[in-house]
């Protein structure tokens, strides 16, 4: 017989996500249980400009969201009815993107009477683990990864964020495009690069790893960038046949090599033993592996979300916006949106 003293919550959130140029939208049940996360890809419209045009990633947002929001509702068999919150990335972003979602978030919000929770795009992808990862407990350090972010955010409680560590000039994604990009490769790099440095030996080439030493848990890649482009040139320059799939292992070998020492130092230094990845390039294998296999101990957890959701996705952003709901968290209309 149904125990009538135990009252299981139910809270379905409805997230939104137009950063940039991905129109996402998904369902999210108590923060964990991922009900649908659809994701119109805008790659296409963008590609022949060589990067996301900011104009034509508005319009396409617009273009867009009501058919995903749709979707997103279908695909999880409910009704606008039954979202309980709406849950969408306030910044940081490209303005008139941002202001696509943000605008059709209030509207439902205000027209269901429902709450508004805003989310920062890269609390998002810190939540992407909570997806997959039912026993995650603060306090944890965040290692962000993505075409626009590096950081390494210590997060003591929900909604606590404390960046410890941040890159002072190129993010790692961009790094990948970039280098991807002067070898002849459209956007995104990285998983070109990856592909590219299955079939290279890593230690071919030894590029500098910057800022190792440094007494702080800051990243810098430009010059790791400028050193991989330098030695493609001169090879060629000299005449000399360029083994591009050495060059991708040793670069990705490099870029995880800080990634790692720097997260594990930072892990160390504020006695954490719970490390969780996100963002984009967390999507790499490679990284992932040796995130596990090197690990200072066995006590060490290492959590990364599903590859799809390292990537941008409306669903990390359900995730965050349920645990500050939880926490008492929401917005009012004047919310607005923010691109750094
Ligand atoms: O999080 P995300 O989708 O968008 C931003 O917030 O920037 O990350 C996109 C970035 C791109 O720079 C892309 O090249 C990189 O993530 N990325 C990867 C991989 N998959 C995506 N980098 C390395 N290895 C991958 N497998
Ligand atoms: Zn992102």
Redesign the pocket.
């Known amino acids: 017989m149904e125990n009538l003293n135990t009252k299981i919550e139910e809270i379905i959130i409805l997230g939104i996500e137009t950063?940039?140029d991905e129109t996402s939208v998904a369902v999210v049940k108590n923060g964990k249980y991922l009900l649908s996360n659809i994701i119109a890809s805008q790659m296409e419209f963008h590609q022949k400009y060589g990067g996301v045009v900011p104009e034509i990633a508005s319009r396409k947002h617009m273009e867009f969201i009501m058919i995903t929001c749709k979707e997103a509702l279908n695909k999880a068999g409910l009704k606008i009815n039954d979202i309980d919150a709406i849950t969408v990335v306030s910044g940081p972003g490209l303005k008139g993107s941002l202001l696509v979602g943000l605008s059709f978030a209030k509207a439902i919000a205000f027209a269901l009477a429902k709450p508004l929770i805003g989310v920062n795009?890269i609390e998002g992808?810190i939540y992407a683990n909570f997806l997959n990862q039912h026993n995650i407990k603060a306090p944890f350090i965040s290692l962000i990864v993505?075409?626009?972010?590096t950081s390494l955010i210590l997060v003591n409680r929900v909604g606590e964020y404390e960046v410890i560590g941040r890159t002072r000039d190129d993010?790692?994604?961009?790094v990948?495009?970039k280098i991807?990009k002067y070898l002849g490769y459209h956007?995104?790099?990285?998983?070109i690069?990856?592909k590219l440095a299955e079939t290279g030996k890593s230690d071919a080439i030894d590029f500098p790893r910057p800022l190792l030493n440094s007494k702080d848990f800051d990243f810098s890649f430009s010059g790791l960038k400028t050193s991989v482009i330098y030695f493609i040139m001169k090879e060629r320059d000299n005449g000399n046949q360029v083994h591009i799939n050495d060059v991708c292992a040793s670069f990705q070998k490099a870029i995880i090599d800080i990634l790692k020492y720097k997260t594990f130092a930072a892990a160390r230094y504020y006695n954490i033993s719970t490390i969780l990845l996100g963002?984009?390039?967390a999507?790499?294998?490679k990284?992932r592996r040796e995130f596990i296999e090197n690990k200072p101990n066995e006590n060490y957890k290492i959590c990364y979300p599903p590859k799809e959701l390292?990537?941008?996705n409306a669903a990390m952003v359900a995730s965050a916006g349920y645990f500050k709901m939880k926490q008492g968290i929401t917005d009012s209309y004047n919310l607005e949106v923010f691109t750094k």
């Open positions: 950063s940039c795009h992808h993505s075409g626009g972010h993010a790692a994604g961009e990948f495009d991807a956007y995104p790099g990285g998983p690069i990856e963002g984009g390039v999507a790499n294998e990284l390292c990537t941008d």
